[in-house]
């Protein structure tokens, strides 16, 4: 397509500067390579699941993100000193109580989120690592061997598939990456749209682990902001932003992530910045938007 080199440009020019957002987002809330790795992961696993649910968990944009994470942290504990309250029940229950959003939700999501963070905590409280590839093995064997049998039945039968997928991947040697995708995902209330950003967060903003051949299997994170976007630029002719892993929307995004960036799939995530600030689902700022010249709707709209 004649749009795929412009585009390309644009997004590349404006990279580093919406990395260095995101960047600044995730320290205000403490959250940066200075603190302890288990607190760290635990810590951005908590707000990729907030800011990859604002939408259905009706949040709202990313101050009331920062905001939900610092009132749900700060009534568990010091997370890095007190990581062992987050896998508490009675803690983690109390402090949704004290949050504005977290406390709404239906019986079977709050159960999810309760459950995932219990897990998790527990998972990287014993946790010592120093590669990818030693952390995608150890989660493995956390979820296999122990997360498997603490599910629910409702969040069995809807985690079976996945969990399917992941001893299949383990069997065949399947790369680092891959595995610990499909490892998070099992975890109760972690979608493709959670494990992806955390993926993101974790290792091309904040640089853990990061590396050419890492960074090359990272998944662009799907989210409604960004399918906006692609739709009217013309990327995208599917209205819906319901997705599966692996399912047809979602093959499309990586392949035009894929398409535009081999090196670096996450790049095309920056087009979520762009939706969230100006390509808005209304009243739209077309003209202060850097993508105006490869826009379908901007055109259509002159």
């Not at 987050?86 to 309760?114: G, H, M, W």
């Not at 904040?206 to 976007?229: M, N, T, Y």
């Amino acid at each position: 397509m004649r749009k795929l080199d412009p585009l390309r440009l644009n997004i590349e020019d404006h990279e580093e500067e919406v990395i260095e957002r995101y960047s600044t987002m995730l320290q205000k809330v403490g959250l940066s390579t200075s603190r302890p790795i288990r607190s760290l992961l635990l810590g951005l696993l908590i707000i990729s699941l907030l800011d990859s649910n604002r939408w259905s968990w009706r949040i709202g944009g990313e101050d009331a993100v920062l905001e939900e994470y610092w009132l749900f942290v700060s009534h568990v504990g010091d997370i890095d000193q007190e990581l062992e309250l987050f896998s508490n029940p009675d803690y983690v229950e109390t402090a949704i109580e004290d949050t504005n959003c977290l406390v709404r939700l239906s019986d079977d999501a709050r159960s999810s989120f309760v459950s995932t963070i219990i897990c998790y905590a527990e998972f990287v409280e014993n946790l010592k690592v120093n590669k990818v590839e030693d952390y995608a093995l150890s989660i493995t064997s956390f979820v296999l061997e122990d997360l498997l049998c603490r599910l629910s039945p409702h969040d069995f039968k809807r985690k079976a598939h996945m969990l399917g997928r992941l001893l299949a991947a383990s069997r065949r040697g399947d790369s680092p990456l891959e595995m610990l995708r499909l490892a998070l995902m099992c975890f109760p209330a972690i979608t493709h749209r959670s494990a992806n950003l955390y993926l993101y967060y974790l290792i091309r903003v904040l640089g853990v682990w990061r590396s050419p051949s890492v960074v090359r299997e990272l998944h662009c994170p799907l989210d409604p902001s960004l399918l906006r976007v692609l739709r009217r630029i013309g990327m995208l002719r599917v209205r819906t932003n319901r997705t599966t892993y692996q399912g047809y929307l979602y093959r499309r995004v990586q392949d035009i992530a894929r398409t535009l960036f081999p090196e670096d799939p996450t790049k095309l995530f920056i087009l979520r910045y762009v939706g969230d600030s100006l390509c808005r689902s209304r009243r739209p700022s077309c003209e202060d938007c850097w993508l105006f010249g490869v826009c379908e709707y901007y055109l259509k709209e002159l």
